[in-house]
């Protein structure tokens, strides 16, 4: 899709104040980790015949080698996440995160035409967050407000749609909003859990300059690796009805876990080749790259596979590890902030998410 002078007007985010550090792990997890319980991101279990195929391409060979940095971390990289109180709930922390990108684009929730929301986990199953935060911000009763659901790759899909509303000539601002509350979800007894942080992120979508904005955008789905990240019970009850059963999140095929986390390299330098040719430029004229955040490996693959190793990038894993869709803009936040990302500059995105999808963006950065 392309929507040049559809862009970025402020960017929002909240962070938990709380902050877990690795010393809070205990020895338990570690000893899991140590005997292979951390089975969706041991190499060494993999399958002889993947990692042989993996070694004949480049991007393979750069996921094993970025992988091989991390194989003695039980923590996968990270070093603190944020975790709200527990009375926070996830809406509490998407209206601090739209507020938030409301005031840095100069609006007001009056000026918002369309709301869409992505909660990893929402206040309750049904309905979801959209209409209290919607109520909360005090938008008008005439701006539309519903749920988009990629889960990590929630922030692509937005964009694609906040786009495509716009480009309709339906409004004149769309307000996308992202959350993970995963610490209510987590068994800290699984060394996976080490990886897992709470935020809340929010962008305002609207017009820019005809030459600046999402230059392209490209999302692919393969159900087939449905199952490589799921919230479910483990007693294979139905989510609606566990019968006590806890639901955390877990692969219910390792295997394709491992391939998917292998294979990152492959899928973003096919997605990001599609998003170049799409938006008329070459991997060398990028300045800026940014993904999602699954382990501290996860960017740096990506980055290299797609041939986009001389960017300037912000990951910041190890301070908050994998907060599922608010990865990414979060990282822009960051990288406007610090002078990273500058007017005029050409910016690219990756990532994935459960379900299974992958998505990569383009952007002209700046508004006028």
């Known amino acids: 899709m392309k929507a040049k002078g559809i862009g970025i007007l402020g960017l929002g985010s ?11 792990w205990s020895l338990e997890a570690f000893e ?9 991101l041991d190499l060494g279990a993999a399958p002889a015949e993947m990692l042989a195929r993996l070694k004949t391409s480049a991007s393979g060979r750069i996921a094993l080698e970025e992988m091989a940095k991390w194989k003695n971390d039980p923590f996968h990289g990270a070093l603190e996440r944020r975790v709200a109180d527990e009375k926070m709930l996830s809406s509490d922390m998407e209206v601090e995160a739209a507020r938030d990108a409301l005031k840095n684009a100069g609006l007001e929730a009056g000026d918002i035409d369309l709301m869409l929301l992505n909660s990893f ?12 935060v919607h109520s909360r911000l005090g938008m008008r009763p005439s701006a539309a407000a519903m749920e988009v659901d990629g889960v990590c790759g929630s922030f692509p899909f937005q964009l694609q749609l906040a786009a495509a509303y716009l480009l309709a000539g339906a409004g004149k601002h769309v307000l996308i909003v992202q959350s993970a509350l995963q610490s209510r979800i987590t068994d800290y007894r699984n060394p996976l859990s080490t990886t897992f942080g709470d935020a809340a992120t929010a962008a305002v979508i609207g017009r820019v300059s005809p030459e600046r904005g999402m230059l392209s955008c490209v999302s692919t789905t393969d159900g087939a690796y449905a199952g490589v990240a799921v919230l479910a019970a483990q007693n294979g009850a139905a989510w609606y009805d566990t019968q006590g059963a806890r639901l955390v999140p877990h692969s219910t095929d390792p295997l394709k876990t491992k391939e998917v986390v292998l294979r990152a390299g492959d899928m973003a330098k096919a997605s990001i080749d599609q998003a170049l040719e799409e938006a008329g430029t070459q991997a060398e004229d990028i300045q800026f790259f940014t993904s999602h955040q699954t382990i501290a490996a996860f960017s740096a693959i990506c980055r290299r596979a797609s041939g986009l190793g001389h960017t300037k990038t912000v990951d910041s894993f190890r301070s908050v590890a994998s907060i599922s869709a608010c990865a990414i803009p979060l990282n822009l936040k960051i990288a406007q902030q610090e002078g990273l990302l500058r007017d005029g ?21 700046g508004a006028s």
């Open 121 to 132: 986990l929402p206040d309750q199953a049904v309905p979801g967050n959209a209409g209290l």
């Open 14 to 24: 909240y962070l938990p104040p709380n902050v877990r550090k690795n010393d809070y």
């Open 345 to 365: 500059d050409l910016a690219a995105v990756f990532t994935t998410g459960a379900g299974f999808n992958w998505s990569s963006a383009i952007f002209r950065w």
């Open 32 to 40: 899991a980790f140590q005997k292979g319980g951390n089975v969706d």
